[in-house]
């Protein structure tokens, strides 16, 4: 096991804006820590959003809690409630999503903190529509968050993984390969055809973005994970929730 | 293993598949491709083993007949008929018989565990002793070597030659169905259902003969359900699932690597890892297995039942859903008992009588569907006016109540679910309790007016007004009333001036204006 941890440890470079640089820095936040919690924020508010939809009635008052949340997470003096020992980022979230509705609910008719100033920009629109709320769904809300969670661990990996091609301006081969992330049985000859390469180039290509796409995958789910031991059973929960 | 390149469409419905797993994909999934998928690829290891046989992408890649030639001199290999994560199958004549065997060699990379041998030679034993004609039979197994081509034939495959370069490899030695595999079979989308039902008795009978062996299969699946010519049903790869997947009880050890089983055929109970994966997942598996042949899709989500989709025997429908309950328990606990309400529907035919009655049922079902929509509407209508009226007498009090005292809250809407709240617990309650007959009608109000009560435990907020009050008792009159119209109009009178009594009493505590402040404070 340690072999095989120190082996996929120097593949890929242990993400620098993470969960356990905010976990480590507790009570002393630092500036940086601060940055690091609010970009992860801005990364997974979509799970949060769909956890407050099931929650409340109405998309608006979703909206205001999540950004009500985000606001008061962000606040220096709650900033402390991320202790080391407070599990993952995915959890620590949760818990104090569940905290945070309580008291909203409790407090039922004083003024939503935030001021329904938004703190981070948040594309609440977008996310309705891909969110698809049924209420057939019979999904637990901390299914639908989890499952939600890791769709958007999935979006933030490809997203980063259609950038890096972009880059090297070859979205073209991107849009090409992609299919050939999950389906290695698809047929290369077929890519190579359109694409106007040989079939070993597709092959060798088409292995090269399956092995970024495994490393970015670590990368992100690394972000919010405390130590790096836990990456391998936070992709196996987060595999699991897809299934459910 | 057969998969289709492209995405499915079916119908308007524009849903699109993943070409993979077969569910179907949501709108948004990352990049458009299936996020189950995706994960799937994700939780392989970014790096690669030192696995002798994999290629750069770490899937398995065969050998041609002639590189595995060397291994099998007994046998000739004709040909690779196919491949898989279990390993790859070949066709081969073994020589001094002269018939046709199936070779099935499995991943080199199994050989790297040291526990494999172990598991494999017990598992291989277990595996000979399955002797059923609708099971494919294993002929010979073990660890096979690459021999010198002037080495004698018909050697024990354990020998391995130490000075060899090539890594052994283990292998099965089977009986070869002539045929095709019911993938092949259902390409095309769906059996008739006859041949559905002729195929699933024969499955029934294999399992329930390698569950009583204790053997539980755990990848039922089309692919593995080979059809010979005559028609004849041979389940493949028995027990290979777990020999190469979980063992049992080691579930997080090893499932970030291998993730057996093909995901939609699996039992709830084996997705999520449990422990207690037994001879009931075969049957879940065998029941999607049905669905698909009878339908052509996968039960997935919320599916029809399979008499909604083709014309088959309704009591069917029971068969195939209890197959697929999610709890084992809810299951049929045997193959044997599936083979037998098969069997008894078949020889039982639908009457006439019976559809004809299912069809005025369904009539029946329309109508009464449509009455009931009417008077949903009518009631909606009517609570809608009532609301208005309570609001706006609630209003007017509560203008007054601001010249009158210090109003803490400003005047919010009454939601429509208080009213009926009020309504459902004055004659509800009366009602669950019986109290609701001439005699016991002072119980029955008192207990009536309970959640009122309770409602108005919180103490705090402005009074209410006469007027407010009033409104509020009406409706719990009228509420606690409609079922003694029903039985005793006389008592209607009496149950009104104990209400009164209690209203008087609760003006006098003031405790009605809480239940009315807590119903707007959820309310907005």
């Known amino acids: 096991m340690n072999a095989k941890r120190k082996e996929a440890g120097s593949s890929y470079e242990f993400a620098t804006t993470r969960w356990s640089l905010v976990a480590s820095a507790g009570r002393r936040s630092s500036a940086e820590a601060e940055a690091a919690l609010a970009f992860l924020c801005q990364r997974y508010w979509k799970p949060l959003y769909a956890y407050a939809r099931r929650h409340v009635a109405n998309p608006e008052e979703a909206r205001d809690l999540t950004q009500g949340f985000f606001a008061r997470l962000l606040e220096k003096n709650t900033f402390a409630l991320a202790e080391p020992g407070r599990g993952r980022f995915r959890a620590f979230l949760l818990t104090t999503l569940k905290h945070f509705l309580l008291n909203e609910r409790e407090k039922a008719t004083s003024q939503k903190q935030g001021g329904g100033r938004p703190v981070l920009s948040l594309d609440f629109d977008k996310a309705d529509s891909t969110l698809r709320f049924e209420p057939a769904d019979e999904r637990t809300p901390e299914k639908l968050f989890d499952r939600q969670w890791a769709l958007t661990v999935l979006e933030q990996v490809m997203n980063q993984l259609e950038a890096e091609y972009r880059e090297q301006s070859k979205t073209g081969l991107f849009e090409h390969l992609k299919s050939f992330l999950i389906d290695k049985t698809a047929s290369h000859a077929t890519a190579a055809a359109s694409l106007g390469m040989t079939e070993g180039a597709v092959r060798t290509a088409a292995h090269r973005l399956r092995k970024r796409y495994r490393e970015l995958l670590r990368e992100e789910v690394a972000r919010t994970v405390e130590t790096e031991d836990e990456v391998e059973d936070e992709l196996l929960q987060l595999f699991q929730s897809l299934q459910s | ?524």
Request: aromatic share 6%; with cysteine; charged share 25%.
């Open chain 2, 1 to 524: 293993m057969m998969r289709g390149d492209e995405s499915e469409r079916i119908g308007m419905a524009e849903l699109r598949f993943c070409s993979l797993c077969g569910k179907v994909l949501e709108e948004g999934s990352p990049g458009g491709l299936c996020p189950e998928c995706l994960f799937k690829v994700g939780l392989e290891p970014s790096s690669q083993g030192a696995a002798t046989q994999s290629s750069p992408s770490g899937r398995f890649t065969p050998l041609n007949p002639q590189e595995l030639a060397p291994y099998f001199p007994q046998l000739e290999i004709l040909e690779l008929l196919g491949k898989g994560g279990m390993g790859a199958v070949y066709k081969a004549r073994q020589i001094n018989l002269d018939r046709l065997v199936a070779v099935k060699i499995l991943p080199a990379e199994v050989s790297q565990d040291p526990s494999f041998e172990g598991r494999f030679k017990r598992e291989a034993k277990a595996l000979a002793q399955l002797n059923h004609p609708n099971i494919v039979g294993v002929h010979d197994s073990g660890l096979a070597s690459p021999q010198p081509i002037t080495s004698s034939p018909g050697r024990e495959g354990q020998a391995i030659s130490p000075a060899s370069d090539k890594p052994p490899l283990f292998y099965f030695i089977m009986e070869y169905v002539d045929g095709v595999n019911l993938r092949h079979a259902i390409r095309g989308g769906k059996l008739k259902p006859e041949e559905a039902l002729r195929i699933v008795p024969q499955l029934c009978d294999a399992l329930q003969f390698a569950h009583e062996e204790g053997i539980v299969h755990r990848d039922i699946k089309p692919e593995n359900i080979l059809l010979d010519r005559r028609g004849r049903v041979k389940i493949a790869d028995f027990g290979l699932a777990k020999l190469l997947g979980i063992p049992a009880g080691d579930v997080r050890l090893t499932e970030t690597r291998q993730i057996v089983g093909t995901v939609p055929y699996m039992a709830p109970e084996q997705i999520e890892g449990s422990r207690d994966v037994d001879h009931r997942a075969d049957i879940y598996s065998m029941g999607v297995t049905f669905y698909e042949m009878l339908t052509g899709e996968l039960p997935i989500g919320r599916f029809a039942p399979p008499s909604k989709k083709v014309q088959i025997d309704v009591r069917l429908d029971e068969v195939v859903l209890r197959t697929l309950e999610k709890e084992p328990e809810q299951r049929y606990q045997h193959a044997s008992e599936v083979k037998a309400q098969v069997e008894s529907i078949q020889q039982n035919p639908q009457k006439d009588w019976a559809k004809t009655a299912k069809g005025v049922g369904a009539e029946v079902w329309r109508k009464g569907k449509q009455a009931a929509e009417w008077v949903f509407q009518k009631a909606t209508a009517t609570g809608a006016q009532t609301r208005k009226k309570v609001e706006e007498l609630l209003k007017k009090d509560d203008a007054r109540n601001q010249v009158e005292n210090e109003p803490s809250q400003p005047p919010g809407p009454v939601e429509l679910w208080t009213i009926l709240l009020l309504f459902a617990c004055m004659s509800g309650v009366g009602m669950l309790l019986d109290l609701t007959r001439a005699t016991h009608w002072p119980a029955g109000t008192i207990v009536g007016l309970l959640p009122l009560g309770l409602l108005t435990w919180k103490q705090r907020g402005t009074a209410l007004g006469w007027r407010g009050k009033w409104a509020l008792c009406l409706l719990a009159v009228v509420g606690l009333g409609i079922p003694l119209i029903l039985r005793e109009i006389g008592t209607l009178f009496i149950v009104a001036c104990v209400v009164v009594v209690f209203l008087v009493i609760f003006n006098y505590i003031g405790a009605l204006s809480p239940a009315l402040e807590l119903g707007r404070s959820v309310a907005g």
